[in-house]
């Protein structure tokens, strides 16, 4: 994944990551001041590379937000908590020393 830096827009601080099943990236509104905006990213940066992990383990197809994880990062764009349900959210085959690792990583994001 590149790194770009934040646009600040008439909306506030923005970037693009990630891609849909659809083909094209989301956009996500991080709100005006700066400093929430690179943390909210930062969020949301962390949750995009779990979801690239997680498909790359299981295929290797382009990846792209699932529903859930979507959810969450729409979530984090607008500062507000979520929940992601580990049923959800699991590769089915991911041993618990790894899914622990990976929900910390999200955590120590954020």
């Known amino acids: 994944m590149r790194k770009t830096k934040l646009k600040?827009?008439?909306r506030g601080y923005t970037r693009n990551l990630g891609w849909l099943p659809s083909g094209s990236q989301p956009k996500f509104y991080l709100g005006f001041e700066r400093s929430a905006a690179s943390a909210r990213l930062d969020q949301i940066v962390a949750l995009w590379e779990q979801?690239?992990?997680r498909?790359?383990?299981?295929?290797?197809?382009?990846?792209?937000w699932d529903e859930e994880s979507l959810r969450a990062a729409r979530a984090i764009e607008k500062g507000e908590s979520f929940s992601v349900s580990p049923h959800q959210f699991s590769t089915g085959f991911e041993q618990a020393e790894k899914y622990f690792?990976?929900?910390?990583?999200l955590q120590q994001a954020g």
Do not use: G, H
């Not at 690792?101 to 990583?105: D, E, F, L, Q, V």
């Open 8 to 10: 600040r827009t008439e």
């Open 51 to 53: 979801v690239e992990d």
């Open 55 to 64: 498909q790359r383990e299981r295929s290797d197809r382009k990846p792209v």
């Open 101 to 105: 690792a990976r929900i910390n990583a």
